[in-house]
């Protein structure tokens, strides 16, 4: 079983939709951390969170400590947003461990 | 543009032949990581360094794996004798303190094909 498992693997939309991206992991961890990947490999870090709730522009990150489990969620989602969302989470050393990621697909 | 860069952004090489790729972080930032992405997967963490001391490797790192950053700046990650199997994206990342934070920066990442 991985450490960091990501739901769904792929999700479809509509633009206007609201989208919810899910993570689960199974050690304990400094911060989790929420990363976007578009096609061709850039990645952009998103939210670190350690606890609660942070919040940028359409973009809204949980995280549920004593559950293990986080919610990346995007409101009025637009074609752009179109991407990979990875899920990591960073240890004592802050190295990361990465979920498989989420391809989301938002179509006009 | 004072973000993480890497260099090259594409190699394409033979199995067998050695390649290096370069990391330059983020000036102010001490720590730096590699990590290997293969299709479909999430990156795998590689190693890390704080300043120019290596901390800590991972066991996907074999012996044909060698990392090094000898003035706590750039950083060199080479593969001797590669093989089909090292073709990736390798990316790197760098964070420095600011609070209780290690942010990661990541690199645009080294794309390699070996044929």
């Known amino acids: 079983k991985n450490e960091v498992e990501q739901s769904p693997q792929n999700l479809t939309a509509q633009e206007g939709e609201f989208i919810t991206i899910n993570c689960s992991y199974s050690?304990?961890?400094?911060?989790l951390h929420w990363l976007q990947q578009h096609p061709g490999g850039g990645i952009v870090s998103l939210f670190m969170?350690?606890?609660g709730k942070k919040k940028h522009g359409r973009l809204i990150a949980t995280i549920n400590i004593q559950e293990k489990h986080s919610s990346l969620h995007i409101t009025a989602s637009h074609p752009r947003d179109s991407a990979v969302y990875i899920c990591?989470?960073?240890?004592?050393?802050?190295?990361?461990?990465f979920g498989k990621g989420t391809l989301l697909t938002v179509n006009p | 543009d004072t973000g993480v860069s890497q260099n090259p952004r594409h190699k394409i090489t033979k199995r067998g032949q050695n390649v290096t790729f370069r990391c330059d972080p983020i000036?102010?930032?001490?720590?730096l990581y590699w990590y290997r992405q293969t299709l479909g997967q999430g990156p795998e963490f590689l190693t890390y360094?704080?300043?120019?001391?290596?901390?800590?490797k991972s066991r996907l790192l074999s012996d044909r794996f060698s990392a090094e950053r000898p003035k706590g700046s750039f950083s060199t990650l080479e593969i001797q004798r590669t093989e089909q199997g090292d073709s990736a994206m390798y990316l790197c990342?760098?964070?420095?303190?600011?609070?209780?934070?290690?942010?990661?920066?990541f690199g645009p990442g080294t794309r390699l094909l070996v044929l």
């Open positions: 969170l350690s606890s």
């Open positions: 990591a989470v960073g240890g004592s050393n802050y190295k990361l461990t």
């Open positions: 000036s102010e930032h001490n720590r």
């Open positions: 360094f704080q300043n120019e001391a290596q901390l800590e």
């Open positions: 050690v304990g961890i400094s911060a």
């Open positions: 990342a760098s964070s420095g303190r600011q609070g209780a934070a290690w942010t990661q920066y």
